[in-house]
């Protein structure tokens, strides 16, 4: 059972717009989310992160949400760029059990010119 | 510059042999992780050591081995038990805190068993 959710396989945004990334939990004891971004043959690379004493951060033009009662977050991209194109994993831990993160499916955006 | 370094890029191997992956990082992490990729799938955890000397399984461990030696060292053996070898393999590492951290990933390893 799939404890970090990215329903979307892929999504198609058009360069200057919003792009707007889901990813859905189970487990109610993660408390520190990340967002990465992988291009392909390369290793993840991290973008933003948020704890769960937040419902929001922002890095440039990312930004990251989190509803803690859905078990929800989102990234926003904007303006969405073509370099943005890339798989996006959301990952997800429990702060107080160590470093391990639990990953999800990825998305795959593609930002077209 | 400080990363984390994974080698060889492509790999190939024969079915029934086992194989080892480097991974080296110098950014002074306590912990390294390494990852499988599958298409269509998330990063799964093999297993990961927080300290040198120790490690851990993760969610996927059957079939491979780790050391860990040295604290900027974390190689992986693929044994001849893992059933489906073919993937991509990502080495991670982070430091340790409260909050957890971001981990900072190699660029992979692509591995092909025929």
């Known amino acids: 059972d799939q404890q970090v959710k990215q329903n979307s396989p892929s999504l198609s945004v058009q360069e200057g717009r919003i792009s707007i990334l889901n990813c859905d939990y189970t487990?109610?004891?993660?408390?520190?989310f990340l967002w990465y971004k992988k291009y392909p043959a390369e290793g993840p690379t991290f973008l933003i992160s948020?704890?769960?004493?937040?419902d929001k951060n922002e890095d440039g033009r990312f930004t990251v949400f989190l509803n803690k009662s859905a078990k929800h977050l989102s990234l926003h991209i904007v303006p969405s760029q073509p370099g943005d194109s890339a798989v996006y994993f959301c990952a997800a831990s429990v702060s107080n059990y160590g470093q391990n993160f639990v990953f999800g499916p990825g998305t795959r955006l593609s930002v077209l010119p | 510059d400080g990363g984390i370094t994974q080698s060889p890029k492509y790999l190939f191997r024969k079915e029934g042999q086992n194989v080892t992956l480097s991974c080296e990082q110098n950014?002074?992490?306590?912990?390294m992780y390494w990852y499988r990729q599958d298409p269509g799938q998330g990063l799964r955890l093999i297993y990961y050591?927080?300290?040198?000397?120790?490690?851990q399984k993760g969610d996927i461990a059957e079939g491979y081995s780790v050391s860990r030696e040295k604290k900027e060292s974390f190689p992986l053996t693929v044994t001849s038990a893992q059933k489906n070898p073919t993937a991509f393999y990502l080495c991670?590492?982070?430091?340790?805190?409260?909050?957890?951290?971001?981990?900072?990933f190699g660029p992979g390893t692509r591995l092909t068993v025929t």
């Open positions: 487990n109610s004891m993660f408390d520190y």
């Open positions: 050591s927080q300290i040198v000397n120790d490690f």
């Open positions: 991670a590492s982070s430091t340790i805190r409260d909050p957890a951290y971001e981990q900072y």
């Open positions: 948020i704890s769960s004493i937040k």
């Open positions: 950014l002074n992490h306590d912990a």
